[in-house]
Nanobody
Framework: QVRLVESGGGLVQAGGSLRLSCAAS????????MGWYRQAPGKQRELVAR???????NYADSVKGRFTISRDNAKNTVYLQMNSLKPEDTAVYYC???????????????WGQGTQVTVSS
């Protein structure tokens, strides 16, 4: 099985920065796309940023220019650097990965447990 563990969330003031990390572990052959989603109370989960295996990225319009997604394939880890944070960025952030398992070489979607990001005004 594959497990995703997020870290780096916390409480910051508006205008501050935070870096989220998500490490995948388990029976991993390779990882395709990785991404970050977030969900605020009363709202649907939305895509924040995504990075493909080839390094192509896309961002939600609301975070473009402020957030940067990157990955370290050797460590099976994806990062989200968040700068110029706003109160509306407050949400639980979830890591997502499409992983090819080493046991059967099939791709499956996995989600982390979520990490809380709170931005105060």
């Amino acid at each position: 099985q594959v497990r995703l563990v997020e870290s780096g969330g916390g409480l910051v003031q508006a205008g501050g920065s935070l870096r989220l990390s998500c490490a995948a572990s388990g029976s991993i052959f390779s990882i395709n796309a990785m991404g970050w989603y977030r969900q605020a109370p009363g709202k649907q989960r939305e895509l924040v940023a995504r990075i493909t295996g080839g390094g192509s990225t896309n961002y939600a319009d609301s975070v473009k220019g402020r957030f940067t997604i990157s990955r370290d394939n050797a460590k099976n880890t994806v990062y989200l650097q968040m700068n110029s944070l706003k109160p509306e960025d407050t949400a639980v952030y979830y890591c997502h990965s499409n992983v090819i398992g080493s046991t059967n070489l099939r791709a499956y979607d996995y989600w982390g447990q979520g990490t809380q990001v709170t931005v105060s005004s």
